[in-house]
């Protein structure tokens, strides 16, 4: 019976009829880009021309199995065949991840070392554990698809009819036909192979990075006040206030483009607003072109802090290797020079050392949870344990006892940077409001608060309440901040308030065709500088009407340099 049945399976497996199944799924494999993210599924079943490539490749390894048996063509070509399949799914997959999340091509060179990031995001800080982890996860990775690409290639011989075909031809055919994807345009739709673009985009991109002058192009202005005479202070056009910059995860121009998220937002965005303005504050917004899509938030701060497109790691990592050698210009830079205490506060987004914080963008002093700062021992929400809440509590608190101490800030003004959390990615679990400030704590309370923790069916692959839990985690955020300038900020001082989200959010959150775009809002009591804003594009109000596109994010600190030193480019048609 068992010999019968292993007969019977041993013919299925020769049948010529396999080959659709294995077609498609290689296709498949090959095409994932072209399909995945776009919802267009027919296009798994258009060949690629690696799919040609490698069909044809199988019928000369098994033309020549028939004719020469052992030579060594008789395992080259289906090896060639793997090869090629094998590289092609690997880069098809990588670039769909990378298009869905970030909104880019793929590019191997800039994105391999991205995997040591995706490694201390999944486990978080495990030393040098990580170090042995990137090297073997690379390693399972290619040998688990080239294994199965083997497979699929020698089933595929096992059915494929014989035919009579010259290993040269085959050769000399796939060659002018991987050539032709590159040299020529898609025709009629068709699109390019996925291999050879991919591959040569990933070699030929350096990932260098090349510094822009940011200091062309100012045109003087009078000074605001004629009873502050600019000499006055460092920065006329800030009047050396303090500033308070908050960097919102995934606050992205979704919030605004999507009835339904800016229908559930609205009555926060409405409340922040009507508190600043009883406080005698003026709001003005605009959008920015971040750098990057749905994550990698340390580039796009790196961005709007020196003026520079960074867009990828080795660019990062290159900004900061240069940083060792010279000193690149910065916001922060620039404003601790002039005198300004600056502060980072990091409640999450740092899994190690972070020496950038001095050497590239000047901060003097910095809280890191890493570091135990925050001194947190809550339990954890989404993506960070640190809630919004208590950070910014304990940055008050912070500055508080800095301002005490004549030898640290005493009356300087001060520029503090918060990288606020909460509404980092999965959207899965967001804190509660803690009414009384002062019971925040070490964090504890949250155990004590468990069951109004919100949560939502939400995880790092996707989830069924993305939109929920999204709407959910800015709410919160703010709400918080709302709360914080109501209670606690000192307005005496006329601080100047910055918010600006990060990037967007990841898809589907953010519509399937929306660009880089997030808000950027600008608070503050000083009626001149609302107008230099206003000449810089900005509008009233805590809502943007500007359609995109929309300026790069690298602008910001090159125009808020200009009004910092009492200049600005005036708009057409600006009074």
């Known amino acids: 019976m068992?010999?019968?049945?292993?007969?019977?399976?041993?013919?299925?497996?020769?049948?010529?009829?396999?080959?659709?199944?294995?077609?498609?799924?290689?296709n498949a494999g090959l095409t994932t880009h072209l399909w995945l993210g776009a919802g267009a599924g027919v296009r798994a079943f258009v060949p690629v021309a690696e799919m040609v490539l490698i069909l044809l490749l199988i019928a000369a390894a098994k033309s020549v199995r028939a004719r020469v048996g052992g030579s060594v063509l008789r395992g080259l070509f289906p090896g060639i065949a793997a090869l090629v399949l094998a590289v092609g799914v690997v880069f098809s997959s990588a670039e769909a991840l990378v298009q869905y999340i970030w909104g880019r091509s793929f590019v191997f060179r800039s994105d391999l070392p991205m995997v040591r990031s995706i490694l201390l995001l999944v486990f978080g800080d495990i030393g040098a554990v990580v170090d042995v982890l990137v090297p073997l996860t690379i390693l399972v990775v290619a040998v688990l698809v080239l294994g199965v690409s083997v497979l699929l290639v020698l089933w595929t011989e096992r059915v494929l009819p014989r035919v009579a075909l010259s290993p040269v031809f085959a050769g000399v055919a796939g060659?002018?036909?991987?050539?032709?994807?590159?040299?020529?345009?898609?025709?009629?739709?068709?699109?390019?192979?996925?291999?050879?673009?991919?591959?040569?985009?990933?070699?030929?991109?350096?990932?260098?990075?090349?510094?822009r002058d940011i200091s062309e192009g100012f045109e003087p202005l009078p000074a605001a006040d004629p009873d502050d005479p600019p000499d006055s202070y460092a920065f006329p056009g800030l009047r050396d206030r303090d500033i308070h910059f908050f960097m919102i995860e995934a606050y992205g121009h979704a919030v605004f483009s999507r009835d339904r998220l800016h229908d559930e937002l609205s009555p926060y965005l409405d409340r922040l607003a009507a508190v600043l303005e009883e406080e005698g504050y003026g709001i003005v917004s605009d959008y920015l072109k971040a750098p990057v899509f749905g994550g990698f938030s340390w580039l796009a701060e790196a961005t709007v802090l020196t003026g520079q497109h960074v867009d990828s790691q080795p660019r990062f990592a290159e900004l900061l290797d240069i940083s060792r050698e010279r000193a690149v210009p910065s916001l922060t830079r620039m404003l601790h020079e002039g005198g300004y205490y600056t502060l980072a506060v990091k409640p999450g987004t740092v899994h190690g050392s972070w020496p950038e914080g001095w050497d590239l963008f000047r901060f003097e002093n910095s809280l890191v949870a890493h570091d135990g700062d925050f001194n947190y021992r809550g339990p954890w929400f989404s993506y960070v344990a640190v809630t919004d809440q208590h950070a910014l509590w304990t940055t008050h608190n912070f500055l508080e006892r800095e301002r005490r101490s004549e030898a640290a800030v005493g009356d300087r003004?001060?520029?503090?940077?918060?990288?606020?959390?909460?509404?980092?990615?999965?959207?899965?679990?967001?804190?509660?409001?803690?009414?009384?400030?002062?019971?925040?704590?070490?964090?504890?309370?949250?155990?004590?608060?468990?069951?109004?923790?919100?949560?939502?069916?939400?995880?790092?692959?996707?989830?069924?309440?993305?939109?929920?839990?999204?709407?959910?985690?800015?709410?919160?955020?703010?709400?918080v901040l709302t709360e914080y300038f109501a209670q606690y900020l000192d307005h005496e001082r006329g601080p100047i308030l910055i918010f600006m989200g990060d990037h967007q959010p990841q898809r589907p959150i953010r519509e399937q065709d929306a660009g880089a775009s997030v808000p950027v809002h600008i608070a503050t009591r000083d009626h001149a500088l609302l107008r230099a804003l206003e000449r810089e594009g900005y509008e009233r109000g805590i809502r943007g009407t500007q359609p995109p596109p929309h300026a790069p994010m690298m602008d910001f600190f090159p125009m808020l340099k200009r009004i910092a030193r009492g200049s600005s480019v005036v708009s057409p048609g600006s009074n």
């Open 175 to 211: 060659v002018v036909l991987l050539a032709l994807t590159v040299a020529l345009p898609p025709v009629a739709g068709y699109e390019r192979g996925v291999i050879t673009p991919m591959v040569a985009r990933g070699i030929t991109d350096t990932g260098r990075l090349e510094l």
């Open 2 to 26: 068992f010999s019968v049945m292993k007969k019977g399976l041993n013919r299925a497996s020769r049948s010529p009829l396999l080959l659709i199944p294995l077609y498609l799924v290689m």
């Open 413 to 479: 003004p001060v520029y503090v940077h918060y990288q606020l959390v909460s509404s980092h990615t999965p959207f899965n679990r967001i804190p509660p409001y803690i009414e009384s400030w002062d019971d925040l704590g070490d964090g504890t309370i949250y155990h004590d608060r468990e069951e109004e923790i919100l949560t939502f069916n939400n995880t790092w692959g996707g989830g069924t309440e993305l939109d929920e839990g999204y709407s959910a985690s800015i709410a919160y955020v703010l709400h």
